[in-house]
């Protein structure tokens, strides 16, 4: 299924992207306005009306698509403009807006705990964080995909309404994680007035839905971190006991840890433990 959705989202931005440039050049009539206007037709397509100064043939400046119900839509032109100023927000919405922020938080403050400086690489710890956000994210996404990419995709929605649906299922995914403390801490900061969570904005939801995650990634960090320093001190005090005090405690404690990593099947834990704590 999420093969498929993405799939479907690189034809329906290929299409998009593709589309203007199939249009017909036209002779040069400088300084010449145009305005053309189509009927609606029997099967209900909506009136277009073309509004632009021609000089030269090409894409008009301005496109508007008049729907049988009253409702307008932008040219292809602008919605080219519109996707590709969205797809520049794209990483901070990954790394803000989705799970990605705690996964990627906890597994440093793991390498950082077994004392091991590249291994996992960064690479590899992002890959992890990556592909389990992707599977955290799935219901989400698959809401995503069927009350709005598709719909407008079918042309059944327009733009501006298949955006407002996009934002539902990933507000209330944002809103189960962010804790109440926070999220009045930046309704108050913004001046805002809301008598339920769901009428937050997001401009306000967002940087509190990241503070929540936070906290919670250094808590979960923190109980990583005590078997790890328990290792830690006893190795040091038993190498001062026998006045080994040259030798490194940090080099002598990482085959410990990497064994008690190993034996408690560690990585299961803490993926399917992350995965969990978004359920």
Known sequence: ???RMLLAAWVW???????????????????????TTESISESGEAARLDVGRNTGGGIPAVTM?????GSEDYSVTLQILAIMTALGFLPAVVILMTSFTRIVVVMAILRQAMGLQQTPSNQVIIGIAMFLTLFIMSPVIDRMN???????????????????????PLREFMLRQTRVKDLETFVNMSGAQVDEPEQVPMTVLIPAFVTSELKTAFQIGFMLFLPFLVIDLVVAS??????????????VSLPFKLMLFVLVDGWNLILSTLAASFG
């Not at 327009?158 to 955006?163: I, K, L, P, V």
């Not at 038993?238 to 080099?251: D, E, H, K, Q």
């Open 238 to 251: 038993v190498l001062m006991a026998m006045g080994m005090m040259m030798l490194s405690p940090m080099i």
């Open 146 to 168: 069927t009350e709005a990419i598709q719909p407008y995709i079918n042309e059944q929605v327009t733009a501006r309404e298949a955006f407002d649906r996009v934002q539902v």
């Open 1 to 3: 299924m999420t093969i």
């Open 13 to 35: 931005v290929a299409a998009t992207l593709f589309t203007p440039f199939a249009v017909a050049e036209q002779e040069a009539t400088p300084a010449q306005e145009s305005i």
């Open 65 to 69: 698509r008049v729907n049988p119900d």
